[in-house]
């Protein structure tokens, strides 16, 4: 069986600090991992994916994830962060190709002028 | 081009209604894939549509819940004697292997059941 935990439901920071959005997946094998963001009234949208080449990825809007298989982490990671990032962020995972994605909780990120 | 379409945006019920949702995936598409969003349940997976293979229903919570994809491509969720608890955000996702089994969202219908 898969699952994701994402760790924090809530993560505050202030503009131009770093961020980390923090991920653990559960599966009996790896995964392709997934972090989508979504803007408030708006559907999700693709930040970045792991599936099986480079384990550290890079995304859009100056965002990226590490996979650590010892750990069963992917967490999402960004220098600077801009008020443009506030948002409620997801983490997925999916076994089979094409198959359906399991996702965690979500966590709100603040950002804070 | 195109992204994912999802109809109506927004849809009030009275409870004990019937109520269709619509999905316009992008061109050429073979997977789609129903998702729920709600306070107290988050992301949740209903069904999932991978071309002319028999759905995966796995996710439906009840018999109310029925969908059809028409031709391999839109695609219609019924739910059927609405309750308050079907009150949420019904998301639409599609994907193909030519690129890379990435799942596109549509922009949710969301559900009012009075």
């Known amino acids: 069986a898969q699952s994701v935990t994402q760790l924090d439901s809530h993560v505050s920071v202030s503009e131009g600090t770093p961020v980390l959005l923090r991920c653990n997946y559960s599966s009996s094998y790896s995964p392709s991992l997934f972090w989508y963001v979504q803007h408030p009234n708006k559907g999700l949208q693709l930040l970045l994916k792991?599936?099986?080449?480079?384990?550290l990825v890079k995304g859009i809007n100056g965002f990226e994830a590490e996979f650590k298989k010892s750990e069963t982490s992917f967490h999402l990671t960004k220098p600077s962060a801009h008020m443009s990032d506030a948002a409620e962020y997801f983490c997925a995972s999916r076994g089979s190709t094409l198959g359906r994605l399991y996702f965690g909780r979500g966590t709100q990120l603040t950002v804070w002028p | 081009g195109a992204g994912v379409s999802q109809s109506p945006s927004n849809k009030v019920t009275e409870k004990g209604k019937d109520v269709e949702l619509r999905c316009d995936p992008i061109s050429g598409h073979t997977a789609l894939y129903w998702y729920r969003q709600s306070l107290g349940q988050g992301l949740e997976f209903l069904i999932y549509f991978q071309g002319n293979s028999a759905p995966d229903k796995s996710g439906l919570p009840s018999d109310r819940f029925s969908a059809e994809r028409t031709g391999g491509s839109v695609s219609t969720l019924t739910i059927q004697r609405t309750q308050q608890e079907d009150s949420a955000v019904y998301l639409c996702a599609t994907a193909s292997r030519r690129e890379g089994d990435t799942q596109y969202f549509g922009p949710g219908t969301r559900l009012t059941v009075l």
């Open positions: 792991y599936t099986s080449a480079a384990t």
